[in-house]
């Protein structure tokens, strides 16, 4: 009996040792490494490989037609194998301080470097991350020591939509405590996007965190919606399991979800203490957000004094057909008729979308209406909206 029990015991040790080696096994390489100098050495174990690339938003860009448009995507770069079956290859400049993304291809077969655990999700594509400081605007994308705001997941019930939907809503440090009522920003993402994208591809939360922190924001409660009306909450997260993301989805701008806004507002002042009025609320949005965040704001002219507009899309297609999208120019005459406080417009120069936000600029300019234009280079990128986000905050409730 005693030989029994032992043989169980190392059975039992044995498997559980089987089963835990992914927890206890290190990666065969270092990669990427940041060396002293910026320059970024990735490395890739595979010794049965034929071609090893890496592509990712260090490299120069490329333009790709798809369905929905043109778009900026990564270019590709060699990686050489040594003895040891280990594919390596260095940026042969310094990189300059930013928020990166990457991935493998394998004999063409894309793949995440399994050295590398950080990784994040935009639509149906998952990437590798990796930042690289030194710089005041990125060191915002950092945890700091700095006090800390809290990100909760908030289901609520649309009405229009006839459906619970979800929130990502960010409350400032010291909102539980303080007992006082804040000002609220919507913040709205781009298509394929949900209400994730801006804290996990946008880095909101951190940067709402050093920018309240360093005094150049006002804290405020940061509201990030599912722009898919047709959608409860992001892939996997919802009732619909682990359906496979999806940038072609029903419902997204045609005015459904301008429609059904005002539940979103009306549930934030119920839920949260907000300062619930036109001088305490913004909305902005990137690419589908500030097209959302455009006609958002011109339907409901007394619910926001600040708008954003990062490389918006501006009108629907010609077969879209909504209540929302008709009389442009009377509607934004009531708009800018009230005085928004700050009427905000940001884009790349190689941007897609960039000869339709001078046409809209142009009508703005013809009309006399204020706003504030930044420009940056590059094009419909996560790096140009993260930019945008700590350009316009700073400039919110002040």
């Known amino acids: 009996m005693k030989r029994f029990f032992i043989l169980s015991a190392m059975l039992l040790a044995g ?134 705001g809290t990100v909760s997941k908030v289901w609520y019930n649309s009405p229009t939509l006839g459906m619970d939907r979800r929130l990502t809503v960010y409350t400032p440090a010291g909102y539980e405590t303080s007992g006082k009522r804040y000002p609220v920003f919507y913040l709205l993402h781009g298509m394929g996007g949900d209400e994730n994208a801006w804290t996990e591809l946008g880095r909101a939360a951190q940067i709402l965190d050093n920018l309240i922190a360093q005094g150049k924001a006002e804290p405020m409660i940061v509201v990030m919606t599912n722009g898919n009306a047709a959608l409860e909450a992001a892939p996997g997260e919802s ?50 957000g500030g097209f959302h965040s455009m006609h958002i704001s011109k339907q409901y002219p007394d619910m926001f004094n600040y708008v954003g507009l990062f490389s918006a899309a501006i009108m629907p297609n010609e077969n879209v057909s909504s209540p929302i999208y008709d009389n442009l120019e009377a509607k934004l005459a009531t708009q800018f008729a009230k005085k928004p406080a700050l009427y905000f417009i940001a884009i790349g120069n190689q941007d897609f979308l960039y000869q339709a936000n001078t046409e809209y600029r142009k009508l703005l300019d013809e009309k006399g209406y204020p706003y504030e234009y930044y420009e940056t280079g590059e094009g419909h990128i996560w790096k140009n909206w993260r930019i945008y986000l700590t350009e316009f905050v700073p400039k919110l409730f002040k």
Do not use: C
């Not at 993304?101 to 995440?112: A, E, H, M, Q, W």
């Not at 009732?239 to 029903?250: E, I, Y």
């Open 239 to 288: 009732s619909l399991g682990f359906a496979a993301p999806n940038m072609n989805l029903p419902k997204t701008m045609e005015g459904s979800f301008e429609t059904a806004f005002p539940d979103v507002v009306k549930f934030i002042d119920k839920t949260y203490r907000t300062q619930a009025n036109k001088k305490g609320r913004a909305i902005a949005g990137l690419s589908m």
């Open 15 to 148: 498997t559980m040792a089987f089963a835990q080696q992914a927890l206890w096994g290190g990666a065969p390489v270092v990669s990427p490494e940041i060396n002293d100098d910026n320059t970024v050495t990735f490395r890739l174990k595979a010794p049965k490989a034929v071609t090893v690339q890496v592509t990712g938003d260090f490299l120069p860009t490329r333009k790709i037609q798809t369905p929905f448009g043109e778009f900026d995507a990564p270019g590709a770069a060699d990686l050489k194998e040594n003895e040891a079956g280990v594919w390596e290859y260095t940026t042969p400049e310094p990189l300059a301080p930013e928020l990166y993304s990457y991935t493998f291809l394998v004999d063409g077969l894309k793949i995440n470097d399994p050295a590398n655990v950080y990784m994040i999700r935009d639509v149906a594509s998952v990437t590798n991350v990796f930042i690289i400081g030194g710089d005041e605007r990125i060191d915002l994308y950092k945890v700091n020591k700095v006090p800390h």
